[in-house]
DNA sequence: AAGTTCCATTAGTTTTTCTAATGCAGATGA
DNA sequence: TCATCTGCATTAGAAAAACTAATGGAACTT
């Protein structure tokens, strides 16, 4: 296939100076100096062979031969314009998934979902809960959700919440006739461990508890599966703010301290660095931090 | 008007490895590497923010988007490959204008020229000839004769023929009483002038030719006249070679000597450079050059 | 397990493109 | 009619874009 084309900038710089019959305004057009579509120009003119512009003293016409190859070209651009659009467009709408735990799924993204398919009915959600695992931004996922320190390479992160680790229970354990007036009483009950021992072990530590022993009390595979034996009274679990929201202000947990530890983790939600800023990607990430943001001047206020 | 067209350079290597589903194949067509096909892929990709290739373990796939988009791409290319096409055609035929001395228009060009539109049929040959200048290859010139040195800024030349300036006249005058045996027999004749008398005057202090007033004889505006005036047997003109041809294998005008001297200045086919080799004017001047060759094959021949 | 095949990445080079400063020629205008 | 302006061309050098060579990784093949 003998594909001699035409050097393609400098077409572009022939479309301008075309429609403006003068290099001067095509060069204000393309944000360029005159000097530079004149270039352009002249290699383009030199690559065909051909004059395509007639300079006149003080006035610059098309030659018979340039002003067909500009019609010609001026179509060809406005196709690419278009096609361009479309594509746009199509990414802009469609089908947009997210992988996430399946805790952040059940306690903050499904119960706000709708808000979002309301305001974009273009836009088809899937919500792909994932064991985690930091590895599941492929192929067929756009976004996720990842619990962390924020830097990940080559991907794009918002930051979601800014966390605290707090014990939380059942109010009719804080009623029951165990004491859980001051830290110290938490010698007296069962800690419901998430995952590992790690996190009660470091808050006890911040807060200088003394007497407790941490290495008691059940571990369960998922934050939800805590959350939920807290719920039922089998102990003091150490909730994380984000997923023990809805509970909390429920009334199925409550929070017998004032103190909370700021994590260093937090949920982020990321995406590929080079779609974070177009398409439904960037409508979704949109819409997810004004939701942060609301929830969080909310905080401020309640507090 | 928002124009916000995609990098153009990308699209040459989106749509060269959407058709091979492969960057290296790609890389091969545009004798790039493939690492600058994967480069600028990456850079589309980005401009867009849309994934246009899934990179499978070992096979390269259109995303849905990336399947539509080269769809309009290719047809795109496509029509920027005619509309060229047709330019470039279109620049190959039509109307050429030659601006010529007339002298050297009547001998040599008008004469030669059936047989060039013989063989271009397309190509409708228009003649204008000018008095001499070296400034007319404007823009409704496309081609021009000039006599000089060869070297005109910005323009390109071809040499035609080289020349040789040697006495002429008419048979007639070669028969009559007045001797015209060696050179210093001139002194007895009448000299015919061009212009000016400094190519007489030359030649005699070349030749070293003794006993001749230079500056008398009348002087004509054209070679033209000068030949003329020779063929009625008015007086010895120092014929150039070129111009002088066509009479003296007419036999209207003889060479009565044989001392030659070979000028400094030449005709020369000029045009602008930068459409030297393309379309109706490489044609012509292609054509022009082999008209020369042969005619200075004959010479050596004839010699 | 070693060898392939393809694409991605990195750092550095080459090429292209652009700019700033002038030049030039033909209007325009006092 | 002389100075000024407007618009394109040209030049040398700066900036940006594109490309290369080398290397790495992942998943096939043998």
Redesign the pocket.
């Known amino acids: 296939m003998s594909r001699r084309l035409p050097?393609?900038?400098?077409l572009?710089?022939f479309e301008a100076?075309a429609r403006?019959?003068?290099?001067?305004?095509?060069?204000d057009e393309?944000?360029?100096?005159?000097?530079?579509?004149?270039?352009?120009?002249?290699?383009l003119e030199s690559f065909l062979g051909i004059k395509l512009?007639l300079?006149?003293?003080?006035?610059?016409l098309l030659t018979e031969e340039g002003q067909g190859y500009y019609l010609d070209i001026k179509d060809i651009f406005s196709s690419l314009q278009d096609a361009t659009q479309r594509l746009l467009a199509r990414g802009a709408k469609g089908a947009i998934t997210v992988a996430l735990p399946p805790s952040f799924a059940i306690q903050w993204l499904v119960p706000r979902i709708h808000k979002f398919s309301a305001e974009h009915p273009d836009i088809d959600v899937r919500i792909k809960a994932v064991d985690f695992d930091e590895g599941h931004l492929t192929d067929d996922v756009d976004v996720a959700v990842y619990y962390g320190k924020g830097r990940w390479?080559?991907l794009h992160a918002d930051k979601l919440h800014t966390e605290y680790l707090t014990p939380i229970c059942s109010p009719m354990l804080f009623q029951s006739d165990k004491p859980l007036e001051e830290l110290d009483d938490l010698r007296h009950h069962t800690l419901l461990h998430d995952a590992s021992r790690e996190a009660w072990k470091n808050w006890i530590r911040h807060f200088n508890v003394l007497g407790v022993n941490v290495n008691q009390g059940p571990v369960f595979s998922h934050s939800m599966l805590v959350l939920q034996a807290a719920a039922l009274g089998q102990g003091i679990a150490l909730g994380h703010s984000v997923l023990a929201r809805p509970e909390i202000q429920a009334g199925r947990l409550i929070c017998p301290f004032d103190e909370k530890l700021i994590t260093r983790n937090a949920y982020y939600l990321v995406c590929h660095e080079s779609q974070a800023d177009s398409g439904k990607i960037a409508t979704f990430r949109q819409w997810v931090n004004t939701q942060v943001q609301e929830e969080q001047q909310d905080d401020v206020i309640d507090e």
């Open positions: 050097p393609l900038n400098s572009k710089a100076a403006h019959l003068s290099f001067t305004k095509a060069a393309l944000f360029v100096t005159q000097a530079a579509v004149s270039h352009q120009i002249k290699s512009f300079r006149k003293n003080r006035t610059l390479n080559g």
